[in-house]
Structure formats: C-alpha cells, structure tokens
T-cell receptor
Framework: SAVISQKPSRDICQRGTSLTIQCQVD?????MFWYRQQPGQSLTLIAT?????????ESGFVIDKFPISRPNLTFSTLTVSNMSPEDSSIYLC????????????FGQGTRLTVV | KQEVTQIPAALSVPEGENLVLNCSFT??????LQWFRQDPGKGLTSLLL?????REQTSGRLNASLDKSSGRSTLYIAASQPGDSATYLC?????????????FGPGTSLSVIP
C-alpha cells in the first residue's frame, strides 16, 4: 500500500490568484497522477507526472493553467493558476503501487473554493 | 475510448438489506478494476482490486466480481449498515501498461436508512 499526504486539505482563494497543492508519498513511485473532482461529479484525470520529464496532460487541461512539478520520486506539486470560481473542486493526487495489475491509492484531497 | 458507467446513480435501502452495484466498461482490454468508497468531501478509499485474470474478490461483507469479456463488474454488499452510506466508484485501469491511467465511473450514491 501507499500513504499519500496532500497539503493543504482545503483552502478558500480569491479569483485571479494561484494555489499550489503538494503531494508526498511514503515510497518511490514512477508516476503520480492528478485528478479533479468537480462538485457532484466523478474524478477526471488532469495529468500524469513522471520524474525527470514534463507532465502529460489530458484533453482539456493545459500546462499554463495547471503547471506540475515532479522533482523526485516521492513528491509532486500541482498549481491551479489564475483561478476562477469554476476551478472550485476537490483535487486529488494518486499513485499506483505493485507490479502487474497495479492498485491505485489516493490522497485525501484538497478542497478548493474560489470566491 | 474507454467509458465507464455505473447503475444505479443513487440507491436508498433499509439497514440489513443485501444490495448490488453495477459497473460497465466499453473496452475489455484492462489490467484491473477497482472499487472505491468516497465519503462526502473526502478522498477515496480502495475497497477491492480485481486483476484482469480474476473473477472475484472478497473483503468482509463486500464481494466484487468481474466479467471482462462482457465489460461488467458488480459490487455486492451484504447486510448493509448505515456506515456503508457513501458514494461508490468503480475504476478500470492499465490499458497500454499496468501503470497506465485509471478511468472512473460516475459513481453510485448509497444511503442506508437505520
């Protein structure tokens, strides 16, 4: 299994500002995944972060809006830039642990409210 | 493109009932399927992981089955309790590699009435 710590757990931000969310894992992992969960919705993958390379973004998400850092094998950050109320969501960090047929583990999420 | 659906979207049952949640996926080329539980405003808790070569997994009162060829999975909850009230999400993963991304269904919101 994996223990994933996310900071902050929640925040209320002014529109036009940026928030950086941190994700720390208790073991080294190749990939880290960032998801967004809008109110009442399921999870949508934002991007996949590999250590030492640029993140791979899903359709509808761009690096300028959601820059990601992956400085080492246990840590990643997601920044939500130039926020608007539409960015109010839960943001979750995830890793896969185990060989062949890996299991996904999630942090507790960051609840972001933009006012 | 993989699509995951879940039926029903919401379910309300009296305490003690056995219940079944359904998950369907369009592309059978998966490495695994996971069932998660999410409490309001919280992160996800993994309940059961079924590898593509397996037919079912059990944990306590929970039993999940997988029929990969038909693109279906069910989560069976026995003797439901109010503490089971949560949203249940199924997710399929590992397409090109076992480390590939996970695709989520929309979830089933379960309410167990005391």
């Amino acid at each position: 299994s994996a223990v994933i710590s996310q900071k902050p757990s929640r925040d209320i931000c002014q529109r036009g500002t940026s928030l950086t969310i941190q994700c720390q894992v208790d073991s080294q992992v190749t990939m880290m995944f960032w998801y967004r969960q809008q109110p009442g919705q399921s999870l949508t993958l934002i991007a996949t972060a590999n250590q030492g390379s640029e993140a791979t973004y899903e359709s509808g998400f761009v690096i300028d809006k959601f820059p990601i850092s992956r400085p080492n094998l246990t840590f990643s950050t997601l920044t939500v830039s130039n926020m608007s109320p539409e960015d109010s969501s839960i943001y979750l960090c995830s890793v896969h642990i185990g060989g062949g047929g890996t299991e996904a583990f999630f942090g507790q999420g960051t609840r972001l409210t933009v006012v | 493109k993989q699509e995951v659906t879940q039926i029903p979207a919401a379910l309300s049952v009296p305490e003690g009932e056995n219940l079944v949640l359904n998950c369907s996926f369009t592309d059978s080329a998966i490495y695994n399927l996971q069932w998660f539980r999410q409490d309001p405003g919280k992160g996800l808790t993994s309940l059961l992981l079924i590898q593509s070569s397996q037919r079912e997994q059990t944990s306590g009162r929970l039993n999940a089955s997988l029929d990969k060829s038909s693109g279906r999975s069910t989560l069976y909850i026995a003797a439901s309790q109010p503490g089971d009230s949560a949203t249940y999400l199924c997710a399929v993963g590992g397409f090109e590699t076992s480390y590939d991304k996970v695709i989520f269904g929309p979830g089933t919101s379960l309410s167990v009435i005391p």
